[in-house]
């Protein structure tokens, strides 16, 4: 056995072990409490940060929802001014387009304002010359007439008087009453031109024939001319009336007659051309002005120069009838001309059926 003071000193030893055990034990639980009371200080400041926390995220949450209500209103004004922008640029292009619909009509109507001024300018000026006209034709007319009618007057006073009539008197007589006759059956034709009422009695007939037959009959008046026909065939077929286009040809030579008083020789030239039927009258006359050259075939128009002057008689209908008869069997006629060198006139008219086939 052990010796009672070694055990006392053995139980003593372990009494002071577990007095330091015991020690230890409550430093441990002294630091396990100041650990747990700085813990518990964690919890309540982690508490404090996730309390906070939710503060922020509710604040958040509330942000975010204000956010997206403040989106949805904003793209709700967006979508409603979008609308509005869409209806005012529709009501923009709408009324734009009613600006340049209404810009054209005011255009046009503005265009149709100055052609009808135009038109009413021209209208003025063309009464104005019809007016001239008129005043220069009743002036002509009465000096034309004047001329036959006094030579008839005194052939009747010799007549009445007893006189013998030498036979010159009575071939001036006849001359005259023939121009009063040419005179008046030119203002009846322009009548019956300008009221449709000149009916065309249009069989074939040979033009190689009636117009050489025509320059015959003027070379017997024209004893001073030199009046030749050439032709390149004996026949030439259209379709016309015979006396209308005599009264053309006749018109025509008559013309080269009296407008080349000091000339030699008209020339006459019958031919076909291009399938149509050709007469040219040719003088070595006095000539056309090449500004009235566009307006001889004009109703009265006759040259200042040429008015009231006895070697060149004439209302100045005959070359307007000329025209109208030629248009009205389907053909034309134009002159050429040269101051002081003579004039030809071309008429062409469509061969006849059977001669153009």
């Known amino acids: 056995m052990l010796p009672l ?3 006392e000193d053995g139980l003593q030893e372990r009494v002071r ?12 639980l002294e630091d396990f409490a100041a650990e747990k009371a700085r813990l518990e200080e964690v919890q309540r400041a982690v508490i404090n940060i996730l309390e906070d926390f939710d503060l922020e995220k509710t604040r958040v949450n509330m942000a975010n929802r204000e956010l997206r209500r403040q989106i949805r209103e904003r ?4 979508e409603e001014l979008s609308k509005h922008r869409n209806h005012l640029e529709a009501l923009v292009q709408e009324r734009t387009t009613e600006l340049q619909i209404s810009n054209r009509q005011l255009l046009e109507e503005v265009a149709e304002r100055r052609r009808a001024e135009d038109a009413v300018k021209k209208t003025n000026a063309e009464l104005e010359r019809l007016s001239r006209m008129k005043d220069e034709f009743l002036s002509l007319a009465s000096h034309e007439l004047k001329t036959p009618m006094t030579s008839i007057k005194i052939f009747c006073d010799l007549v009445a008087r007893g006189y013998d009539v030498r036979p010159e008197l009575v071939a001036m007589l006849g001359r005259q009453s023939d121009h009063l006759v040419r005179l008046v059956n030119d203002l009846l034709d322009v009548s019956r031109l300008q009221l449709g009422r000149m ?3 249009t069989s074939p007939l040979n033009l190689v024939e009636l117009v050489s037959r025509l320059c015959a009959q003027r070379q017997y008046v ?3 001319h030199v009046v030749t026909c050439a032709q390149d065939c004996d026949k030439i077929t259209v379709k016309g009336d015979a006396a209308r286009l005599e009264q053309v040809f006749s018109n025509l030579l008559e013309n080269a007659h009296k407008y080349s008083p000091q000339a030699s020789e008209i020339a006459v030239r019958i031919c076909r051309r291009a399938g149509k039927a050709i007469v040219e009258v040719q003088d070595e006359g006095i000539g ?3 500004e009235h050259l566009p307006r001889i075939f004009e109703l009265f128009f006759k040259p200042a120069s040429q008015q009231g002057k006895a070697e060149f008689p004439g209302l100045g209908v005959g070359l307007y009838v000329c025209r109208s008869i030629v248009e009205r069997h389907g053909g034309r006629v134009w002159a050429e001309s040269e101051v002081g060198k003579g004039s030809t006139f071309t008429v062409e008219l469509p061969l006849a059926p059977s001669e153009a086939d």
């Not at 072990?17 to 441990?28: G, S």
């Not at 793209?75 to 967006?78: D, H, I, K, L, P």
């Open 5 to 7: 003071s070694r055990v």
């Open 199 to 201: 009916p065309l009695e």
């Open 222 to 224: 024209c004893q001073k």
């Open 288 to 290: 056309i002005d090449p």
């Open 17 to 28: 072990a577990l007095e330091d055990t015991h020690q230890a034990l409550l430093n441990i």
């Open 75 to 78: 793209e709700r004004a967006e």
